[in-house]
């Protein structure tokens, strides 16, 4: 037993390590998950905090969360579908390593690249262009670590329903610009319309903003880590081990159940 244990441990490890370094090796994961969200962040920081000098009060939560959403939807979910396509998850399976394992490594590896980006942000927004420190650093780092989750919660249920890169990014996008222009991250979402505002609401963006920055954070931390955990066990439960997808088209439409935190939330009046 302990002989098994310790060969499926060092099968994770070497997964986690290949994930950690393929989000530098590759070219198309090192620029989403650094040099895109570090480039649009001196871009904002320099023409946003000189032309709107309330930005620098949510710099560092706004930033962070573009980086987040970067490598959580737009990175993470491409670079498993690639590696189902190719017949990975299937040799994963002879060597067994479970489906937790292989949900689990990336979500890491993603984490990983997240902090660095996130720390860089911190260090050159507060010290070169002036963005507001937080009030509260442990509850701020508390709101980051549920934000993070629920990302990559949201990027495991697309990249492991979605049947080919192509729908993922599609779906990708579908909630990474709604997330960007509704969430909060370049004005504060109570100047939208009543309409618009509910719409935000059902995004994981919104609730990190909030969690980051609101005296509300505990229902938006609640929100967030039950929106992780979603995504974790619909994940988990629709996983596939072949490189084409044998599920009916109807199941992907369970991923929406990680947007319910959010959605109940909305419908009994605590958003």
Not at 166 to 176: D, E, H, I, P
Not at 177 to 183: E, R, T
Not at 195 to 209: C, D, E, T
Request: include cysteine; glycine fraction near 8%.
């Amino acid at each position: 037993m302990y002989a098994v244990r310790r060969k499926k441990m060092k099968a994770f490890s070497h997964y986690f390590l290949y994930e950690l370094k393929a989000g530098v090796r590759d070219r198309s994961q090192l620029f989403m998950n650094w040099l895109f969200p570090l480039l649009v962040f001196v871009m904002m920081a320099t023409v946003m905090g000189g032309i709107n000098p309330a930005f620098k009060a949510q710099m560092l939560p706004a930033m962070m969360l573009f980086g987040m959403m970067s490598t959580g939807l737009l990175s993470l979910p491409a670079a498993w579908i690639n590696l189902r396509e190719a017949g990975v998850f299937r040799s994963y399976r002879i060597n067994r390593v479970s489906a937790l394992a292989i949900l689990a490594a990336p979500v890491l590896a993603s984490l990983v690249h997240m902090a660095g980006v996130s720390a860089i942000i911190a260090i050159v927004g507060i010290n070169c262009f002036g963005g507001a420190v937080p009030g509260n650093w442990l509850a701020f780092v508390a709101g980051w670590t549920a934000s993070s989750l629920a990302v990559c919660g949201l990027g495991m249920v697309i990249g492991t329903l979605l049947p080919n890169p192509r729908a993922g990014m599609l779906v990708s996008q579908l909630f990474y610009l709604p997330s960007i222009m509704l969430g909060g991250l370049m004005f504060p979402s109570s100047l939208l319309p009543p309409s618009l505002g509910r719409v935000a609401r059902l995004l994981p963006a919104h609730w990190s903003m909030e969690a980051m920055t609101s005296s509300r954070s505990p229902i938006a931390l609640t929100v967030l880590l039950l929106t992780a955990l979603a995504g974790l066990i619909v994940s988990l439960c629709l996983f596939e081990w072949h490189s084409t997808s044998v599920r009916r088209p109807v199941w992907r439409l369970a991923g929406l159940s990680v947007l319910l935190p959010a959605a109940v939330a909305v419908l009994v009046g605590i958003a």
